[in-house]
């Protein structure tokens, strides 16, 4: 589960560190204090995109950072992702410190316990410890693809899905294959001969993915050596050699501004920036000494080049392609060949692909039968889920329509269809559920859904918009219930989804130094008491907001 957040010089917050205990968590504040920057900062952290314009104005660099603990149920496969991935592990893996920096040029950095990593290492990570359900979660429900993908993932179908996918486009390959060769008529001898020849001749050349470039970048360095060398020297000269060499000059700078700040600490800064210089320029001098030292302008190398390059340039002229294509050219007339050959046992072919549509079929069958049971047993909690959020009557059907030829995705399209009241006819969810009973479908989905999933920590941000009054109870009672074998966190406005919290943070915006910051303020009883009177009556707080307020925390 998630520990530790911290935040530095981003967005609108200077300097952030926040504890978080198992649970259900709450995140409250008045609109635009920054509720959503603390998702926001969790996302970055956990592999999304970023951006400069999300470092805190005036800096140069935002660092996110945040501590997580590894539940028992994961440790086993996580320790051996870490290992696998080559990081080290921290407290016998059952600690993961996950971190991100942004420079203000737009570069930015990833860490995983100490080491550096990619983006993706950072999401893959991140997947196996957080779901974020955003505030327009519902909206993707309208897609059938994203109602197929939550249906499989739900079930645990995702590996098998992808093993579909991947026997029906080694299927489409198959069928490709025998169309070539069916459609070759009474050409195919001559056209073979000719591929042939053409194989005989690309293979003898051997063209490398990615030659062409690495040839032309080798023969510019070789071709003007002499520049390079001359030019290097030149600035060595000018840098460290002369009498009054940049250098030289420098240091005695360096020197004369260092004595003076022993008497004006003004003049410190400087000093620093100069000494800087100094170490940068030591490495410039360092680094082209080195460069001399290695270079190889070897004239022999220069001639096998041009005539690499030449007899490349002259295969792409011959072949009418581009030299950096003669790569794909090969693989492509070694496929095509290998198609012409075969269809002289066009048998053969076809029945690699009745063999290949068994094996597609099969599995694909599988996945049908499983998706069948989990849509029915999907149905079936979300409809019971429904009846407590305003919708008494309502269901939800999850269609899966056979389709008339298998797809990458299986044998059948998947849909939700929802009746919105009893006696009404299911019908598909974009046309019948208003922007309301999407949003609270779409709770119920996430909500039903999460407690089968592994992930630890469940992140929910305003996904309860367009409710409210008793519903809004429900809701929080169905988070409440949802933190007690999971870690929940809940970015919300309704005083009655936040009183059912077991913790509590207010996020506030304050000045300082004519800037706007976040902060963050975790909350005790009667600070509760408070934020959720301000939730329920708005600017002005009376004693009955404060009275409802405390039967809510009561409830």
């Given amino acids: 589960m998630l520990q530790t957040i911290c935040l530095r010089d981003f967005v609108i917050v200077d300097q952030l560190e926040l504890d978080f205990a198992s649970g259900f968590t709450v995140l409250t504040g008045e609109t635009g204090a920054g509720k959503s920057i603390l998702l926001d900062a969790l996302s970055l952290v956990l592999g999304e995109r970023a951006d400069s314009s999300q470092i805190r104005e005036g800096s140069?660099?935002?660092?996110?950072?945040?501590?997580?603990?590894?539940?028992?149920?994961?440790?086993?496969?996580?320790?051996?992702?870490?290992?696998?991935?080559?990081?080290?592990?921290?407290?016998g893996g059952q600690s993961l410190l996950l971190k991100r920096t942004i420079e203000s040029n737009g570069r930015s950095r990833a860490f995983i316990n100490g080491s550096i990593?990619?983006?993706?290492?950072?999401?893959?990570?991140?997947?196996?410890?957080?779901?974020?359900?955003?505030?327009?979660?519902?909206?993707?429900?309208?897609?059938?693809?994203?109602?197929?993908?939550?249906?499989?993932?739900?079930?645990?179908?995702?590996p098998l899905a992808t093993e579909v996918a991947q026997s029906f486009k080694t299927l489409n390959d198959s069928r490709r294959r025998l169309a070539q060769a069916e459609n070759a008529g009474q050409d195919i001898e001559r056209e073979?001969?000719?591929?042939?020849?053409?194989?005989?001749?690309?293979?003898?050349?051997?063209?490398?993915?990615?030659?062409?470039?690495?040839?032309?970048?080798?023969?510019?360095?070789?071709?003007?050596?002499?520049?390079?060398?001359?030019?290097?020297q030149e600035a060595l000269e000018v840098l460290s050699n002369a009498d009054h060499s940049l250098e030289s000059s420098l240091a005695k700078v360096c020197g004369s501004i260092g004595t003076l700040a022993d008497h004006d600490s003004a003049l410190s800064p400087i000093s620093e920036s100069l000494e800087s210089a100094q170490?940068?320029?030591?490495?410039?001098?360092?680094?082209?000494?080195?460069?001399?030292?290695?270079?190889?302008?070897?004239?022999?190398?220069?001639?096998q080049i041009e005539e690499r390059m030449q007899a490349l340039h002259g295969a792409a002229r011959k072949y009418r392609t581009e030299a950096d294509e003669l790569p794909k050219l090969l693989a492509d007339t070694t496929e095509r060949l290998e198609a012409l050959t075969a269809s002289q046992n066009i048998e053969a072919l076809r029945e690699k692909v009745k063999q290949?549509?068994?094996?597609?079929?099969?599995?694909?069958?599988?996945?049908?039968?499983?998706?069948?049971?989990a849509a029915s047993d999907l149905s079936q909690q979300v409809?019971?889920?429904?009846?407590?959020?305003?919708?008494?009557?309502?269901?939800?059907?999850?269609?899966?329509?056979?389709?008339?030829?298998?797809?990458?995705?299986?044998?059948?399209?998947?849909?939700?269809?929802?009746?919105?009241?009893?006696?009404?006819?299911?019908?598909?969810?974009?046309?019948?559920?208003?922007?309301?009973?999407?949003?609270r479908i779409s709770l119920a989905i996430s909500v039903i859904t999460s407690k089968a999933s592994f992930t630890p920590t469940l992140i929910f941000d305003?996904?309860?918009?367009?409710?409210?009054?008793?519903?809004?109870?429900?809701?929080?009672?169905?988070?409440?219930?949802?933190?007690?074998?999971?870690?929940?966190?809940?970015?919300?406005?309704?005083?009655?989804v936040a009183a059912q919290g077991n913790h509590h943070f207010k996020v506030s915006k304050a000045q300082s130094a004519e800037k706007t910051i976040s902060q963050v303020q975790t909350l005790g009883r009667i600070e509760r008491v408070e934020e959720i009177a301000r939730m329920l009556g708005g600017a002005t707080i009376t004693d009955t907001t404060r009275r409802h307020a405390r039967e809510l925390l009561e409830q």
């Fill in 60 to 91: 140069s660099r935002a660092e996110i950072s945040a501590q997580f603990r590894i539940d028992p149920e994961l440790l086993p496969s996580f320790s051996i992702w870490l290992d696998e991935q080559g990081f080290p592990s921290e407290d």
């Fill in 117 to 158: 990593a990619t983006l993706a290492q950072l999401r893959e990570a991140g997947d196996q410890l957080v779901d974020i359900h955003g505030q327009h979660a519902h909206q993707l429900l309208l897609k059938s693809g994203a109602q197929r993908d939550l249906l499989d993932r739900h079930a645990g179908l995702l």
């Fill in 192 to 232: 073979r001969e000719r591929l042939e020849w053409q194989l005989e001749e690309l293979t003898a050349l051997s063209p490398l993915e990615g030659e062409w470039a690495h040839v032309q970048s080798e023969h510019a360095k070789l071709a003007n050596g002499a520049k390079l060398i001359s030019g290097c």
């Fill in 279 to 303: 170490i940068q320029l030591d490495e410039a001098i360092h680094g082209l000494n080195r460069y001399l030292q290695k270079i190889d302008l070897d004239p022999a190398r220069l001639a």
């Fill in 356 to 373: 290949e549509e068994a094996t597609y079929l099969k599995i694909a069958k599988q996945l049908s039968q499983k998706r069948s049971k």
């Fill in 383 to 439: 409809t019971e889920a429904m009846q407590h959020l305003s919708m008494a009557g309502g269901r939800l059907e999850i269609a899966l329509t056979p389709l008339q030829e298998g797809s990458s995705h299986g044998l059948e399209q998947v849909e939700f269809l929802v009746a919105g009241h009893a006696g009404s006819t299911p019908r598909s969810l974009a046309k019948v559920a208003s922007g309301g009973e999407l949003a």
């Fill in 462 to 496: 305003e996904v309860d918009a367009g409710i409210g009054g008793a519903v809004a109870e429900t809701v929080g009672k169905l988070l409440h219930q949802l933190g007690q074998s999971h870690q929940i966190l809940c970015v919300t406005h309704l005083p009655q």
